[in-house]
């Protein structure tokens, strides 16, 4: 547990600051989601005076979450703001000492969905979140903050996801990444949920009516929650906009629960595990100051077994790497932040 009074005194705090991003990219999407976006900016202590220039990091929520979610505090979790201002004058969040951590601004996006998230990929059948980040929010922010030009990228779940896929796909945009028990192994990963998902569609009456349903509802049934997350994967991976009971293709009839795997095989063609074997996704890996992977060694979604996959690849095709398995599952593990925040920070800043 962390400490119970995890927020530091004011004069040792950085600041928090919410701006307003009127994206292109989110225009006119399939859902008609807002192209007006909140984002959170954490700056550390003493940059409204020191008029230094500081290396980002961009943290990307897991499936259902946004960057303000992760500023909230509870019983058993640090906000980002408090954790950035414990690691930077040097306690962790239990409030044991440790080594300072390095100065560095924290994005944090919003880029919650209808479909409740995105996979932080551009789908035409969710919306270009992916160009969103990169070609809209990076510029943004080097152009309001005093940035050091520098980018790492991290996350959990399927932000883990995100911040792999997004270093894969734009080379040389992020310097450095963090992927914690991100989505990966797509095989074990997804094929399991299959039947919870089958069954909260189903008692919806179908995709469409289970999108609507699980928004009215005040306190979705995990089967609803299930079958929006396969939604979701199907419209980022197997997106098919000409459909008109759902715009992508299901990796199973929600009427008889026979499984297509035909589908899931094209959803691999995004999992990192494959995508690695791609030399060119070598070759941006190799560029990066730190890849760091980790996972709790019973992730309840195999997550671990993922991440075993694609380190071996790596060390097959000589990507320096750094991995580490904890004792733990998939839930209640955002204190690995304290490991890897300090590791992106020095990374960005060392020549």
């Not at 909140?38 to 008029?51: K, R």
């Not at 609507?212 to 939604?231: C, T």
């Not at 733990?328 to 955002?334: A, F, K, L, P, Q």
Request: proline share 8%; charged share 20%; glycine share 10%.
């Amino acid at each position: 547990m962390p400490s119970p009074f995890p927020n530091l005194p004011p004069f040792l705090r950085g600041s928090i600051r919410c701006l307003d991003v009127s994206s292109q990219a989110l225009r006119d999407n399939p859902w008609g989601d807002p192209s007006h976006r909140d984002l959170y900016v954490y700056t550390p202590p003493g940059y409204e005076t020191d008029g230094m220039r500081y290396p980002v990091i961009l943290m990307l929520a897991g499936f259902a979450g946004t960057g303000e979610g992760m500023l909230a505090r509870g019983l058993s979790e640090v906000s980002v703001a408090s954790r950035m201002d414990r690691l930077i004058n040097g306690y962790d969040e239990s409030g044991d000492d440790i080594e300072p951590c390095p100065k560095a601004i924290v994005v944090l996006p919003d880029v919650m969905s209808t479909l409740v998230g995105s996979q932080y990929m551009d789908s035409p059948s969710i919306g270009n979140y992916a160009t969103y980040l990169v070609k809209e929010v990076i510029p943004f922010v080097n152009g309001r903050f005093r940035t050091s030009g520098r980018w790492a990228v991290t996350g959990r779940s399927s932000g883990g996801f995100g911040a792999l896929s997004l270093s894969m796909s734009y080379p040389g945009t992020f310097a450095a990444l963090a992927c914690h028990a991100g989505d990966m192994g797509f095989d074990l990963c997804y094929l399991g949920d299959l039947p919870k998902g089958l069954a909260g569609i189903r008692a919806a009456g179908g995709p469409q009516a289970l999108v609507k349903a699980f928004w009215k509802s005040r306190r979705p049934s995990s089967a609803m929650f299930a079958g929006m997350n396969l939604l979701c994967m199907a419209a980022a991976y197997s997106p098919d906009p000409s459909r008109t009971d759902f715009p992508a293709r299901l990796p199973v009839d929600w009427e008889t629960g026979v499984i297509d795997y035909s589908v899931l095989r094209s959803w691999q063609t995004f999992d990192p595990v494959v995508r690695v074997d791609d030399p060119a996704v070598q070759s941006a890996l190799r560029a990066l100051r730190l890849l760091f992977i980790d996972a709790g060694d019973r992730d309840e979604y195999h997550l671990h077994l993922g991440a075993r996959r694609l380190v071996a690849k790596l060390k097959a095709h000589d990507v320096p790497h750094v991995y580490e398995e904890f004792p733990g599952g998939h839930r209640g593990t955002s204190y690995r932040y304290d490991v890897s925040l300090p590791r992106l920070a020095q990374a960005l800043i060392e020549e």
